[in-house]
């Protein structure tokens, strides 16, 4: 509890006792369905990586954790912890950049793990059901086979969960190409906390009857129900990808070849990435990699083709990265010959929250920006943690560097600020600047990653009161005793 000294534990919640475990145990079985420390000191340790999050920032006292293996066991779980008064968190892959998936106290987390059965493929439209706790990567080798693909990928692939994605409406990689969750999930399946399951896993692009209320749980960051399953519409798999890498001396120059790229490359363009050259350096400290060109540039950006012909696709591309060069607008660019240079050049985009999180403790704010003034917020910043004597790579001086990169082609900038380790003078620095910087300019304090606690108490940057308020309407609404997800965002 002394982690988050402005933060009070709700008095209405229950403690979990032995008898709620029992309980839980009944339903569920026990072993790895169960992990509980409450009749068993020594098994907290195997709770402990469900308390922790992915970024070591946050962390929570949880002591029991519930693995469901069905949607009718979430259902018992849930209407019994809404009669209990039992708080609790959904968690998928815990990957989330915002402390939304971890307890901030003792609230039980139901982990989706174990709910990981693709049920339905449709390969004529391409129509995908999974349950919940399916891996991203995992679904979308599944679909690879079938010749099709997921419309959304991330860095955290390997270990992020469908069901988590669809509650943080993650953005990702390709959402230039793919477009929103809000767009591409076709159906919900969902449990309330009173029980109800939530039957709404249509199948088909097209239903105008009445209120749409699966939006609701994408993006909902699991304050309203748990996620049991997901209906999604795959767009084929491109037979041909290409990718591009090149630097850029200014970030005007960035812009540039943004428009040239949607000029030249329109119907293939799939993916339009930024990094500057403090994210590139720091990737390559620790990686050790060979840079993918030989001389420095401030701004780096990765393209990418995504088509059905190779070669009409990379003369395509071929044709874009010598007109920009001529004009003056790219400095300097390489082009992947094949498939491991692909993924190499991609390592140094995707690479980048693995490689700070490496560093220390890092600060990431997701924001939406309009394009042209974008990469102020970098540059206002570096300059603010530097006249704060912050910045230095030293115990006393812990800031290692300020540094932007992001899915430009969504005017989605990545704002990290890489320490040795959190330092509260750091983050008094950049709260609430970042958030005033932003609502000055009309952009989005969460852009891709949530709201979860790190920006609990900024919502109001990005939401007028009103919307606030029909949120709150809603919450009360779906989770009338505030059990799902406490203490975070509403
Ligand atoms: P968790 O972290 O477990 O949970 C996230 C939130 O959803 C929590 O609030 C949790 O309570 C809730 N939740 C989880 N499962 C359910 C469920 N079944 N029902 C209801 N609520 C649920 N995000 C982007 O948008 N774009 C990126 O490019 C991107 N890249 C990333 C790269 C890395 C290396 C990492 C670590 C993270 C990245 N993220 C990105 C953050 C991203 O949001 C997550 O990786 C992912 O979408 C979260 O999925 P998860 O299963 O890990 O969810
Ligand atoms: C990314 O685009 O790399 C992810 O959103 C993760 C991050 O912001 O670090
Ligand atoms: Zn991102």
Known sequence: TESYPDIQRDSRFS??????????????????????????DAAQDDIEPFNGDWMKKYRGHCRLVLRPGSTEEVSKILKYCNDNMLAVVPQGGNTGLVGGSV????????????MNQVRDFDDVSGTLVVDAGVILEAADKFLSEKGYIFPLDLGAKGSCQIGGNVACNAGGLRLLRYGSLHGNVLGIEAVLPDGTIVDDLWKLRKNNTGYDLKQLFIGGEGTIGIITGISIQCPQRPKAVNVAFFGLESFEQTQQAFREAKSHLSEILSAFELMDNQ????????????????GEYPFYCLVETSGSNTEHDSEKLQAFLEDVMEKGIVADGTLAEN?????????????IAEALGHLGGV?????????????????????????????????????????????MGDSNLH????????????????EPFVYEWIKERQGSISAEHGLGLAKKKYIGYSRSDTMIELMKQIKKLYDPNGIMNPYKYI
Do not use: C
């Open 339 to 351: 498939e491991t240079q692909i993924q190499s050049l991609w390592a140094w985009r995707e690479g």
């Open 103 to 114: 307890p901030v106290f003792d609230e039980i987390v139901i982990n989706m793990g174990r």
């Open 15 to 40: 403690k979990v006792t032995e008898e709620h475990v029992k309980y839980f145990k009944e339903i569920l079985g026990s072993g790895s369905a169960v992990l509980e420390s409450v009749t068993n």
């Open 363 to 407: 600060y990431k704010y997701d924001v939406s920006i309009p394009l042209k003034e974008m990469y102020g917020l970098v540059e206002d910043t570096r300059a603010r943690i530097n006249e704060a004597g912050l910045l230095g790579d030293t115990e006393e001086h812990p800031v290692i560097d300020v540094v932007g990169y992001g899915h």
């Open 279 to 294: 994210a590139h350096t720091l990737v390559q400290r620790v990686t050790q990699n060979k840079r993918p060109l030989e």
């Open 415 to 430: 704002l990290n600020i890489a320490t040795r380790h959190f330092d509260k003078r750091v983050e008094k620095v950049l």
